[in-house]
């Protein structure tokens, strides 16, 4: 603690206090988990920590495994597991979706073959009546029918 016992910790001997860095400690106090008073110190304002906010800090640094650094982030292999992993679930989605593709392919071509049978059958109906219509009504009906 400075030579002032009632003053509290600059943020240096906080850091040394803890084995944090003196940055890491202006980072907390920047965001808010840390609050301590802005006092007058020998080379103008400076952070005083009281005995409380040391106790705080440290189990904000501890908390993150002592290093002050998340400690809930992947490492790179995890990452490289987990890229890998999602890799390998989209090549399977894309093989699922060629296998359905080609199914409805085929079944769009088996459809085709039916559509161009149809037409072929209606293009023979046309004619018939054609030919129907060209022997007139009353040949038709009174024997001059023709085989067709």
């Known amino acids: ?5 009632d003053q509290g910790y600059t943020l240096r001997e906080a850091a040394q206090e803890i084995g944090a860095s003196v940055p890491w400690f202006r980072k907390q106090v920047y965001k808010g988990a840390l609050t ?5 110190g020998s080379h103008g304002k400076e952070y005083r ?5 040391l106790e705080a800090a440290r189990g904000l640094y501890h908390a993150r495994g002592g290093t002050g ?6 490492t ?3 990452a490289l597991a987990l890229v890998t ?3 390998e679930q989209a090549q399977e989605a894309v093989a699922v979706a060629r296998a359905l593709a080609d199914e409805r392919g085929e079944a769009l071509a088996r459809e085709r073959e039916r559509a ?3 037409e072929q059958t209606l293009v023979e109906e046309r004619e018939r009546r054609e030919r129907l219509q060209g022997m007139g009504a009353l040949a038709f009906l009174f024997g ?5």
């Open 85 to 87: 992993k999602t890799l």
């Open 49 to 53: 920590l009281t005995a409380a906010d």
């Open 116 to 118: 161009d049978r149809l």
């Open 69 to 74: 650094k998340r400690t809930d982030r992947l």
């Open 144 to 148: 001059g029918r023709r085989r067709i």
């Open 76 to 78: 790179n292999t995890q």
């Open 1 to 5: 603690m400075s030579d002032t016992a």
């Open 36 to 40: 301590p008073p802005l006092v007058e």
